[in-house]
């Protein structure tokens, strides 16, 4: 039985493939005459980006001192103190030490005291924004042809143009 199935199933494949070959020898082209042509319109959102772009009031704070200058001269001044302070070799290194970072602090503490510059400018800021519109697109085409006598009405992607070539396929009806 089994192999009775299997050549059923082979006979099917071969006939399939004999009737596809046969109608494949069976085509021939020609040419239909275009009637109307209606363009397929559709209303699409679009988004056009635009920079905009204007002119803002800046200020600019400076300070007349070196900030990291003041710290550094203050903890080595600092340290120095600290190490003369010291009577032993212990004593001088931690001296030293607690001298550097108070001097670093007061240092820059003096030099955030300094006199600010206050200068004022302009700077361009810009940034993009998004329009958005609406517009029309062609999306296929509507196409009326005559072959034979006989109106036909088929979709298209692209326009046809005065005539519209034609698939044509004999195929016997069993």
Do not use: F
């Not at 030490?97 to 503490?109: D, E, F, H, Q, Y």
């Amino acid at each position: 039985m089994k192999s009775t199935g299997m050549c059923s199933v082979v006979a099917s494949a071969l006939l399939s493939i004999s009737v596809s070959a046969y109608a494949e020898s069976n085509v021939s082209y020609d040419y239909g005459t275009v009637v109307e042509t209606i363009p397929i319109v559709k209303n699409i959102r679009v988004s056009t980006p635009r920079e905009e772009c204007w002119d803002e009031d800046v200020r600019y704070e400076q300070r007349k001192g070196n900030e990291g200058l003041s710290t550094v001269l203050g903890a080595v001044i600092g340290g120095a103190l600290g190490n003369a302070v010291g009577h032993h070799k212990k004593n001088k290194q931690v001296g030293a030490m607690v001298g550097a970072v108070l001097g670093g602090t007061i240092g820059r503490s003096i030099a955030r005291g300094q006199p600010r510059t206050i200068r004022t400018g302009t700077e361009e800021v810009c940034r993009v924004i998004n329009e958005y519109s609406e517009e029309e697109r062609i999306v296929g085409y509507r196409v009326r042809y005559r072959y034979n006598d006989e109106t036909y009405t088929i979709r298209t992607e692209v326009h046809p143009g005065d005539t519209i070539k034609l698939r044509l396929a004999v195929t016997p009806v069993i």
